[in-house]
T-cell receptor, first 113, second 113 residues
Framework: DQQVKQNSPSLSVQEGRISILNCDYT??????FLWYKKYPAEGPTFLIS?????DKNEDGRFTVFLNKSAKHLSLHIVPSQPGDSAVYFC????????????FGQGTRLTINP | KAGVTQTPRYLIKTRGQQVTLSCSPI?????VSWYQQTPGQGLQFLFE???????NKGNFPGRFSGRQFSNSRSEMNVSTLELGDSALYLC????????????FGPGTRLTVT
């Protein structure tokens, strides 16, 4: 049972435009959500997170939006840069203090010059 | 601070053998989690250790085990290896603060033949 889903395996975006990566979840007990970026031959790198008590969190070019009623979150990257090309994972944490992350399958983002 | 380190980076084993993977967390991090990444299943949580105790466990068979030492370093062991155990094994460390970000190592690529 896939509790965190990223339905788009890949996404291609022109440099300078907005990249929007989507993630859906089914478990209403999740209370913290994170995005990770992964380059080949490296471990995932933490990007940005959001608590379930917020609906938006911004960090530079990266913004995460959370819609709890729809159980949906998205990551916006503006403007997209070639170095953003990577696999992006959405992850969710069930209950306070739990270190167990549930990951989506990942979306491969390609930024075209 | 030095990041999470994992040894070895690559490993080739034969079916039926056992293997031990090592992880050194970021200095000051007391929680260490292990994940398995495969093309078909994505990133899946194996277990988490905190203060030498297993605190969380994923849905993996008993062939997968781990331990944590007093210096927070952790080892993961897989016994009676199967072809399906071929994967990238990732270790992540974190603090016990109010955020849940985990910092990943580069992983150990295990190939079972």
């Amino acid at each position: 049972d896939q509790q965190v889903k990223q339905n788009s395996p890949s996404l291609s975006v022109q440099e300078g435009r907005i990249s929007i990566l989507n993630c859906d979840y089914t478990n209403s007990m999740f209370d913290y959500f994170l995005w990770y970026k992964k380059y080949p031959a490296e471990g995932p790198t933490f990007l940005i997170s959001i608590s379930s008590i917020k609906d938006k969190n911004e960090d530079g070019r990266f913004t995460v939006f959370l819609n709890k009623s729809a159980k949906h979150l998205s990551l916006h990257i503006v403007p997209s840069q070639p170095g953003d090309s990577a696999v992006y994972f959405c992850a969710a944490s069930p209950s306070a203090g739990a270190q167990k992350l549930v990951f989506g399958q990942g979306t491969r983002l390609t930024i075209n010059p | 601070k030095a990041g999470v380190t994992q040894t070895p980076r690559y490993l080739i084993k034969t079916r039926g053998q056992q293997v031990t993977l090592s992880c050194s967390p970021i200095s000051g991090h007391r929680s260490v989690s292990w994940y398995q990444q495969t093309p078909g299943q994505g990133l899946q949580f194996l277990f988490e250790y905190f203060s030498e105790t297993q605190r969380n466990k994923g849905n993996f068979p008993g062939r997968f085990s781990g331990r944590q030492f007093s210096n927070s370093r952790s080892e993961m062991n897989v016994s009676t290896l199967e072809l399906g155990d071929s994967a990238l094994y990732l270790c992540a460390s974190s603090t016990e603060g109010h955020t849940y970000e985990q910092y990943f190592g580069p992983g150990t690529r295990l190939t079972v033949t």
